[in-house]
Structure formats: structure tokens, C-alpha cells
């Protein structure tokens, strides 16, 4: 019997076919379309100018500072909430297929992180345009440490995958419950607004305890022209530990059931 890390393992050498899984589903959801996925990127384009133009007025915020930072910071939620949002269906929608053939299931939690990272890197065109037009000195060698922030970022979307994958299998209602929590989620954490607008307790409730800010500032911060600072990858770090644990356990001691929740 196939054990929980050898699942992982094998499913992570098998990249060709988690990678060519994440290919087929975003041209399936795009197919006879002219411009494909791009389609979200030109979203997010038409929301940047829509919210840039409020918050520089509403914040007071330097117009050539707040819309990078606004853009970076939309383009690293959306990666996170989507991937949030599509592990809850991961193993739902997948079931007739590993209920026919012999799978590793971690190839789906890897595809799933694969294609949502297409989809970024589709919409750092939009980052692009916004710094060139209004901040061309954000182009600086610091904007390189968004990468490891990234591989963090990814690296706990296919715990997160995992673990909601499960659940959600399990307790169908806890879709609606995640659903529920994104929603509130992108208001209290600091991407519409900037962090230091808030002091005292409300900046420790909603800047330092949020686990979010901090995936999203490892990432964001060298976009914006900041390194970031060292418990911001701490936190990250404790959070990746702390989740692929909690992670691994579940999926060894439920993995054989997976196919009979379904």
C-alpha cells in the first residue's frame, strides 16, 4: 500500500503529468476564447484603476507608491485566495478519476499550484505596465527576492490543497465556510489599504497576527522597492512547518479513505 510520503514523492517526480493536468484545465476553461486567459488579467487591470483612483484620494497616497503597491498586492491575493478556493473542490471534482485508475493523489494538489502560478504569471503583466507608466525606479535588483517569497507562498498552496482537499471531501460545508472567510479576509488584511495606516492594538490584530499579510508582504515588499523584514519570512516559515506537519499526518492516517468519501 502506497504510503502518505510516497505519494508526495512520486507525485512530485511525475511534474510532467501534474504540470500537463494544470495545462489542460486552463485551456478547457478558456477554450474558444480569442484571448484566453488574459481575460484575467485585463480584469484585474480594469480593478487597479478603478481602486487606485479611490484609494489615492481616500488615503491620501502618493498615486506613483499606491498603485504598485495596490497591484502587487492584488496579484499575490488572488494567487492565494484561488488556490484556497479551488483546493476545496480538489479531490471532489477529481473523484471518478482516481476511482478508476490507480493515482497518486499529491499530483492534483501539484497541479492545482501549477496552473495558479500560470495564471500569476499572466497577471504580472499588468505590475509590469503600472510600474513602468508611474514607478520605472521600482525596477531595481530587489524585486529578485520576490522569488523565494514566491516558492514559499507555493510551497504551502500544496499543503493547503491537500488539507482542504480532505476536509472538504469529508464536511461539504466547510466550501462554504472557506467561501465565507475569503470574503472577509481580503478587507482586513492590508492590500486596499496600506498597513501603516493602523497603530496600536488594531496594526497587532490585523498587520502582525495576520498569518495572510505576511504571505502576501514576502512577495509584495521586493515589488514595491522593500526588502522584507525578517519576521515576515519567520512567520512564513513557522506557518510552511506548522502546516505541512499537520499536513502529512492527516493525509497519512486518511489517505485510504479518500476514495470512499467520495
Not at 491537500?162 to 472577509?184: E, H, K, P, S, T
Request: aromatic content about 14%.
Amino acid at each position: 500500500m502506497t504510503t502518505a510520503g510516497q505519494d508526495l514523492v512520486r507525485g512530485l517526480a511525475k511534474w510532467h503529468i501534474s504540470s500537463r493536468l494544470g495545462w489542460l484545465e486552463i485551456r478547457r476553461r478558456y477554450r474558444r476564447t480569442i484571448i484566453g486567459p488574459f481575460w484575467n488579467s485585463i480584469n484585474l487591470g480594469i480593478l487597479v484603476v478603478a481602486l487606485g483612483g479611490i484609494g489615492v484620494g481616500l488615503w491620501k497616497q502618493n498615486v506613483a507608491t499606491y498603485v504598485p503597491f495596490l497591484t502587487a498586492g492584488l496579484i499575490v491575493w488572488i494567487l492565494i485566495s484561488t488556490i484556497v478556493s479551488e483546493s476545496c473542490l480538489l479531490f471532489v471534482i477529481s473523484q471518478n478519476l482516481f476511482r478508476q485508475v490507480r493515482f497518486d493523489y499529491s499530483i492534483l494538489a501539484y497541479s492545482l499550484v501549477w496552473r495558479n502560478f500560470i495564471a500569476f504569471l499572466h497577471n504580472l503583466l499588468v505590475y509590469a505596465v503600472a510600474v513602468l507608466i508611474l514607478a520605472p525606479h521600482l525596477m531595481q535588483p530587489v524585486i529578485l527576492l520576490m522569488l523565494p517569497g514566491l516558492f514559499l507562498v507555493l510551497l504551502n498552496g500544496v499543503w493547503v490543497a491537500l488539507l482542504l482537499g480532505m476536509a472538504c471531501l469529508r464536511y461539504r460545508d466547510l466550501q462554504q465556510l472557506v467561501g465565507n472567510l475569503i470574503q472577509i479576509a481580503i478587507f482586513i488584511t492590508p492590500i486596499f489599504w496600506p498597513p501603516e495606516l493602523l497603530e496600536g492594538m488594531y496594526r497587532t490584530a490585523f498587520v502582525s497576527l495576520n498569518p495572510l499579510f505576511h504571505l502576501i508582504q514576502i512577495v509584495r515588499a521586493p515589488m514595491v522597492g522593500v526588502v522584507p523584514s525578517i519576521g515576515n519570512y519567520l512567520v512564513v516559515i513557522g506557518i510552511t512547518a506548522t502546516g505541512w506537519a499537520v499536513t502529512y499526518w492527516m493525509f497519512s492516517k486518511f489517505r485510504k479513505r479518500i476514495a470512499y468519501w467520495s
